[in-house]
């Protein structure tokens, strides 16, 4: 069964900055898929933030991160990060990486909910003002 856990998130001020980890079950095949980060804030959808291929060469932003957020993978941890830097109260939200399923569509599914399965319990991330 595939399994992600997301790990990371924290209280912090704005300016400030996070790492978010999204580590794998050892049996997933990790690198045989894209990973994505949204992020979801009570009463609202889950927001698509960023997006790494499995072979890590293309990623995808929200232009509301782009410039103070980066993704990575470490496929030998079965595991991709999300730096978050300049952290806004706007990003304040509980953050939840999911696998993409529609690998040859990315680019316009890549911040697509429904593209995912297998999501976190989610971290949740608090930007205070």
């Known amino acids: 069964e595939v399994q992600l856990v997301e790990s990371g998130g924290g209280l912090v001020q704005a300016g400030g900055s996070l790492r978010l980890s999204c580590a794998a079950s050892?049996?997933?095949?990790?690198?045989?898929?894209?990973i994505g980060w949204f992020r979801q804030v009570p009463g609202k959808e889950r927001e698509g933030v960023s997006c790494?291929?499995?072979?890590?060469?293309?990623?995808y932003y929200a232009d509301s991160v782009k410039g103070r957020f980066t993704i990575s993978s470490d496929y030998a941890k079965k595991t991709v990060y999300l730096q978050m830097n300049n952290l806004k109260p706007e990003d304040t939200a509980v953050y939840y990486c999911?696998?993409?399923?529609?690998?040859?569509?990315?680019?316009?599914?890549?911040?697509?909910?429904?593209?995912?399965?297998?999501w976190g319990q989610g971290t949740q991330v608090t930007v205070s003002s």
């Open positions: 790494i291929t499995n072979s890590g060469d293309t990623v």
């Open positions: 050892s049996g997933f095949s990790f690198d045989d898929y894209s």
């Open positions: 999911g696998v993409e399923l529609f690998p040859y569509e990315l680019d316009s599914t890549w911040n697509v909910e429904d593209s995912y399965e297998f």
